[in-house]
C-alpha cells in the first residue's frame, strides 16, 4: 500500500481532522445521490467535528476565467469545518448575461474549471442566481457560503440574508488584487500588446476581429520596437570598453592626422669632411704615400 507518509508530529487523529480534498474531478450533482433522513447540522457540533456525515457546505457564483481568487474561495470554505463535503453552484450563461453581462468562457468551460478545482467534491451545474428554502432543502444544503458584502437583488436588500437569519452563513474573504474584471482591464489595457502577441504566434487577423489597417500599424509598430531593441544592443558597449578602445587607437591616430598635417622639419646636414669627401665631384684629398 502506497501513500504520504505521516510526519514524527502527525496522528490517526490529526489526519481526520484535515480536509478530504478531491483527487478527481468532482462530479455533476445528478451524477451523486442524495442522504437518506437528512438532518441538518448546526453549527455548533460542525465546529466540534461530531457530526456523523461531512459538513455539506455550498457556495456559489459565475467563475469566469477561474483564477486563484475563486480558488481561495473555494479553500476557504472546504476548511471551515474539519470535515466539509464542498458543493459549488455555477450559474448559466442565460442567467449570467440576463443579469450580470456577458462572459469570456461559455458555462460548460466554466464547469469543468470548478469541477477540476481539488476543493470542490459536486458541483451543481445552472446554479439559480438567487437561492431560497426549496434549494436548500433539495440540494440538503447546511451552511452557504460566501462573501459577505451585501448583494441587493430585486427588492431584497441582501440576497443572502435568509440564510444569515437562520445562522447558515459562512463569510469567506474575498483575495485582493484579482477578480475577472481586473483580468479582463488588463487585457484591455494592453489590447495592441497581445494582438501583437497573438499575430506572432500565427493567428489570422480575422480570428482576432482586427482590421487590416490596425494589423498593418500593429506589425509596423512591432517592426519599429525590434529595430530599435537591436540598435540598442549593439550601442549598449559598456563603459570600460570604450575607454580601452580609445587609449588603444585614439592616441595613434590623432598623431599620425598631426604628422600628415604638419610634418617634422627635415634635420639639417652637418659639414664634415669625411661626408664631403664622399658628395660627387668633391676635390681628392691629398694622401701621401710610401713606396718600399
Known amino acids: 500500500m502506497t501513500g504520504r507518509k505521516r510526519s514524527g508530529s ?13 483527487s478527481l474531478e ?12 437528512f438532518v441538518r447540522i448546526g453549527r455548533e457540533e460542525a465546529l466540534a467535528g461530531t457530526a456523523t456525515r461531512p459538513v455539506r457546505v455550498y457556495c456559489d457564483g ?30 448559466s450563461d442565460e442567467v449570467t448575461h440576463k443579469f450580470k453581462g456577458r462572459t469570456v468562457m ?3 468551460e466554466r464547469y469543468e ?11 451543481v451545474q445552472n446554479a439559480p442566481w438567487i437561492i431560497d428554502d426549496d434549494f436548500l432543502d433539495k440540494n440538503q444544503i447546511d451552511f452557504v457560503a460566501h462573501d ?13 440574508g435568509f440564510v444569515k437569519e437562520k445562522r447558515m452563513f459562512l463569510a469567506t474573504q474575498r483575495t485582493p488584487g484579482i477578480s475577472t474584471s481586473d483580468i479582463i482591464k488588463r487585457i484591455i489595457k494592453n489590447y495592441d500588446v497581445y494582438v501583437r502577441r497573438n499575430l506572432r504566434r500565427g493567428y489570422k487577423r480575422s480570428e482576432l476581429n482586427v482590421g487590416p489597417i490596425h494589423a498593418t500599424r500593429i506589425k ?22 570604450v575607454k580601452e578602445f580609445l587609449r588603444k587607437w585614439y592616441t595613434p591616430i590623432s598623431e599620425r ?14 659639414d664634415s669632411d669625411d661626408e664631403v669627401a664622399d658628395l660627387p665631384g668633391a676635390p681628392e684629398n691629398n694622401i701621401s704615400t710610401e713606396i718600399e
Open 62 to 91: 459565475i467563475y469566469d476565467m477561474f483564477h486563484a481568487g475563486h480558488a481561495r474561495q473555494l479553500k476557504q470554505a472546504k476548511e471551515a469545518f474539519p470535515n466539509v463535503y464542498l458543493m459549488v453552484g455555477v450559474v
Open 10 to 22: 502527525e496522528t490517526a487523529d490529526d489526519n481526520k481532522k484535515k480536509p478530504r480534498v478531491q
Open 26 to 37: 468532482a462530479p455533476f450533482s445528478f451524477e451523486t445521490e442524495r442522504l437518506k433522513n
Open 148 to 160: 459577505d458584502e451585501p448583494y441587493t437583488v430585486g427588492s431584497a436588500e441582501d440576497a443572502y
Open 113 to 123: 474549471a470548478v469541477r477540476h478545482c481539488k476543493y470542490a467534491d459536486e458541483v
Open 106 to 108: 461559455a458555462d460548460t
Open 220 to 241: 509596423l509598430t512591432d517592426f519599429a520596437d525590434e529595430t530599435k531593441a537591436s540598435l540598442t544592443d549593439l550601442l549598449d558597449v559598456p563603459t570600460e570598453r
Open 257 to 270: 592626422v598631426l604628422n600628415a598635417i604638419s610634418p617634422p622639419q627635415t634635420p639639417p646636414i652637418e
